[in-house]
């Protein structure tokens, strides 16, 4: 399984920016991908999740109404797409694929095993 990152870069607070995930090589017959962050100095934490098959998408309470997780099915593409940006949002952000997993697991990062390398996110005040 391939995950490479794309679409970080540097933005001024209140700004959007759309982060891609192209996804490759995996066997499984439904999976969820999600996103994770990690901001410098701090823990890899969990902002959005959606099962790959659709209905269920889950947020960070910090990104929530801000930020909407999305793919392409056809293109094998997850997007992250953020609006209303501000300073703490800058991290590395992270997609990550599992096989299918209970709702319980969506969030947490222990239940991801495919990871792809990270796109910088910065936001100047």
């Known amino acids: 399984v391939q995950l490479q990152a794309s679409g970080g870069g540097l933005v001024q607070a209140g700004d959007s920016l759309r982060l891609s995930c192209a996804y490759s090589?995996?066997?499984?017959?439904?999976?969820?991908m999600a996103w994770f962050r990690q901001a410098p100095g701090k823990e890899r934490e969990f902002a959005a999740a959606?099962?790959?098959?659709?209905?269920?998408?889950l947020y960070a309470d910090s990104v929530k109404g801000r930020f909407t997780i999305s793919r392409d099915k056809a293109k094998n593409m997850l997007y992250l797409q953020m609006n209303g940006l501000k300073p703490d949002d800058t991290a590395v952000y992270y997609c990550?694929?599992?096989?299918?997993?209970?709702?319980?697991?969506?969030?947490?990062?222990?239940?991801?095993?495919?990871w792809g390398q990270g796109t910088l996110v910065t936001v100047s005040s």
């Open positions: 959606m099962r790959w098959s659709g209905g269920t998408t």
């Open positions: 990550a694929v599992t096989s299918r997993v209970a709702l319980s697991g969506l969030a947490v990062l222990s239940s991801y095993k495919y």
């Open positions: 090589g995996s066997t499984f017959r439904d999976f969820d």
